[in-house]
């Protein structure tokens, strides 16, 4: 599975940004996926997740509320909504699949994008 992110980019406090992940190769509709983030000097760190039918969503506490993760099979893509951005919501962030049907909220992925920057300034 090859993962690509794009849709980062520069957005004031309160805004908002949707980030993509297209997919390609096999099992894609068998793969959890989910979405990380690493700010500089910070370990890589779960921002949300989804299992392979989309009925399952998970999301770190620091993000509930503001982002939703979404996926379309038919187009082998997941989404990241992110609405009400932070400062504290800069990051690179980065898409990830899991060869299981459950998505965990480790970053014990098989695969990874190749991250898309977010910056939010105050």
């Known amino acids: 599975v090859q993962l690509q992110a794009s849709g980062g980019g520069l957005v004031q406090a309160g805004g908002s940004l949707r980030l993509s992940c297209a997919a390609s190769g096999r099992t894609f509709g068998g793969n959890a996926m989910g979405w990380f983030r690493q700010a500089p000097g910070k370990e890589r760190e779960f921002v949300a997740a989804i299992n392979w039918s989309g009925g399952s969503t998970y999301y770190a506490d620091s993000v509930k509320g503001r982002f939703t993760i979404s996926r379309d099979k038919a187009k082998n893509t997941v989404y990241l909504q992110m609405n009400s951005l932070k400062p504290e919501d800069t990051a690179v962030y980065y898409c990830?699949?899991?060869?299981?049907?459950?998505?965990?909220?480790?970053?014990?992925?098989?695969?990874w994008g190749q991250g898309t920057q977010v910056t939010v300034s105050s």
């Open positions: 990830a699949a899991k060869n299981t049907f459950v998505a965990v909220t480790t970053t014990r992925y098989d695969y």
